[in-house]
């Protein structure tokens, strides 16, 4: 059961809505199902001969009451409550106990109190009502509505429990504010698929993704096509900031803009500020990237693995800020991943992002602590720029997102076990994304490495199953990712590698029982330890020759291809260790 609490200036505006028809003719049946006093409050929806007019007039009389300067300027609550997919329909008497209950716990109007605000329920549909209340009481004095969302979302939990309804996650007051209904009716007049409030905060963070610097974050706001404007302290210190749409006014044609804690609790310049100074030492002073070396797309996101993997180490331990600082560098990172990625596989991770962006905030706070190589590794990412999608550019995202996927499932063990449903929920999703992201990104360079491992002579392949029988007690042969592990244990031993020694450390690096497969997981792993190509070439047609040398010697692997990038040797390949 889900409250939305909203503020607004025009009682008679909404009422003409819920008795309405709806924007898609979806309102059916509107009536009162209950309200603050049922005698005084006519119901246009099954009296003929009451009006809106006079259901606003009942509604609105003590605030019209109050001299014009002390009425206030957004007098109207509006709270609709609506079931879970799924759950029963409650009938009119049991929506009227929601009401009350709800109004109850908010503030709106105490039980037993004759002098409370007034307010109605009006139910237009099977699976939700809406509360309007003045936010004025009879005795002229405003209501004591102080963290009325909270205590609307606690209710609800209780009233799920005994109604026998799905238990939905409670709130923390870490969410970003959601869109006012007004908002959301204006994007739909306007044909956008999302509110400005939305497009803005994400593009406020993409922005923000692996910045180095505040002067970095207003011009990539700029370079985004955004309004920004700055205010600025007689001293010449920027004090805050807001943005706007281009294109999005008022009806007075001024720009509506909106501050950064308007879009999301850690988008105000001084939580930016916090993010951007994050594991910095005091006297080390802030620099100029502007000569920074860009890397190809791929060889950025292989760079970005280490991090994402210590990440899942640091979130394994007991450190909670730290914890909670990695997954905002996550969160860049995924912003990144995002924004540079190749159309086959960037709508599932716009959707991981987007999902993951709840993850990155609950109350453990992370002012001082250290994620510049999670932070790092995304600027790295956007620097590079978009990725094809195919060849290096393919494999390498396959690679990373394997990692990925890992890394949101740790978050969403983490933070479970501190009773952050929200944000559990929500790595959760995003984990979901990023598994078909991987998926898609992964097709062509594992089925090339399977045709690869298919092709190794019997004795060949014979002698790698001990390798992996020694390295893993569960037998993972029947895994479709079998040949290509094979395959990529013998490129490695082709480059100089000991096998079992590489195989050992890729299976000792993190726990493997939260992939989806085994093989796909230390595939990705010992191509990068062992700085392998994150694709192989096709493979050639066996010439005569070659079926007669492997006939005669069984035990020959076949020719190495030539790699499709040359990479610099990882010194460091199990990345940094705390």
Known sequence: MVPDISTGSRTYGLLNYLYGPGRREEHTDPHLVAAWMPELAPDPGRDPSATLKQLTDRLDLPVLALPKDRRPARHVWHCPVRTAPGDRHLTDAEWAEVARRIVHATGIAEYGDDKACRWIAVRHADDHIHLVATLVREDGRRPRRHEDGIRAQAECRKIEKEFGLQILNGGDSTAAQRPTSAERSKAERTGRTETPRETLRESVRHALAGAASEEEFFHCLAEAGLRVEQRIAPSGDTLGYKVALPGDRNRDGEPIWFSGSKLAPDLSLPRIRQRLDAGRPDDEPVTDHGDERVLPPARARRQAVPAAE????????????????????????????????????????????????????????????????????????????????????????????????????????????????????????????????????????????????????????????????????????????????????????????????????????????????????????????????????????????RAAQLRSHPSLPPAPEAPAVTHRADPHPRGPRR
Do not use: C
């Open 310 to 545: 210590r990440a899942v180490s640091i979130l394994h331990e007991d450190d909670d800020e730290d914890s909670a600082a990695q997954l905002v560098g996550v969160g860049e990172l995924l912003d990144a991943i995002a924004q540079t990625a190749p159309a086959s596989t960037r709508k599932e991770l716009v959707e991981a992002a987007r999902a993951f962006e709840r993850a990155t905030r609950s109350h453990v706070r992370a002012e001082r602590a250290d994620n510049r190589a999670v932070r790092a590794a995304a600027r790295g990412i956007i620097r590079a720029g978009n990725a094809l999608g195919k060849g290096e550019d393919g494999g390498a995202t396959a690679m990373v997102l394997s990692t990925m996927v890992l890394v949101t499932i740790a978050a969403a063990r983490w933070h479970s076990a501190r009773g952050h449903a929200q944000q559990a929920a929500a790595a959760q999703r995003a984990a979901q994304h990023l598994r078909s992201a991987y998926r898609s990104a992964a097709a062509a360079p594992m089925n090339t490495m399977r045709e690869h491992g298919r092709r190794l002579p019997e004795p060949v392949r014979e002698r790698y199953v001990g390798t992996l029988e020694t390295a893993l007690p569960d037998a993972i042969r029947h895994e479709p990712g079998w040949d290509a592990l094979a395959a990529t244990l013998a490129q490695a031993e082709r480059a100089g590698h000991d096998p079992d020694a590489l195989l050992q450390q890729a299976v000792e690096w993190r726990e493997l029982e939260t992939a989806d497969s085994v093989t796909d997981v230390l595939v990705w792993r010992l191509r990068r330890i062992a700085n392998l190509p994150a694709t192989m070439a096709p493979p050639r047609a066996r010439t005569a020759t």
